[in-house]
C-alpha cells in the first residue's frame, strides 16, 4: 500500500505563488515518475509537470516559465512551485506517482488532490 498527501495549496491573488508539496509513503522499492496535473471544474484532468527518474522535467506549455516541479528523492517528495499564477490556473491539483512497490509491482497512485484558488 502506498500514500500520496499535497499540501500547500489555497488562496492567492493573481500574480502570487504557491508550493505545493506532495509526500509518497509506504511500500515504496523506488519511484519511477512523479509529478502533478490538476482537473478544474468542468474540465478533464491534465498533467502539469512530471519528473520522471533519471530523465528530464515536462511542462504544460500554459505552465511553462512559470511553474518548477523539483524532487527530493530521499524524502520521496516531490514539489511544485507556482509563480505568476493566474486565474486560469484554479483547479484541484493532484499528485501522482507510479511506483515499484517493495514486492516488485510498478503501480499508480493519486494522491486526494489539493484545491488551489486564484482570485482577487
Known amino acids: 500500500q502506498v500514500q500520496l498527501v499535497e499540501s500547500g495549496g489555497g488562496l492567492v491573488q493573481p500574480g502570487g505563488s504557491l508550493r505545493l508539496s506532495c509526500v509518497a509513503s509506504?511500500?515504496?522499492?523506488?519511484?519511477?515518475?512523479m509529478g502533478w496535473y490538476r482537473q478544474a471544474p468542468g474540465e478533464e484532468r491534465e498533467l502539469v509537470a512530471t519528473?520522471?527518474?533519471?530523465?528530464?522535467?515536462n511542462y504544460a506549455d500554459s505552465v511553462k516559465g512559470r511553474f518548477f516541479i523539483s524532487r527530493d528523492n530521499a524524502k520521496n517528495t516531490v514539489y511544485l512551485q507556482m509563480n505568476s499564477l493566474k486565474p486560469e490556473d484554479t483547479a484541484v491539483y493532484y499528485c501522482?506517482?507510479?511506483?515499484?512497490?517493495?514486492?516488485?509491482?510498478?503501480?499508480?497512485?493519486w494522491g486526494p488532490g489539493t484545491q488551489v484558488t486564484v482570485s482577487s
Open positions: 519528473f520522471p527518474s533519471g530523465g528530464s522535467t
Open positions: 509506504g511500500s515504496i522499492l523506488s519511484i519511477n515518475v
Open positions: 501522482h506517482a507510479r511506483v515499484i512497490t517493495t514486492n516488485y509491482y510498478t503501480l499508480q497512485y
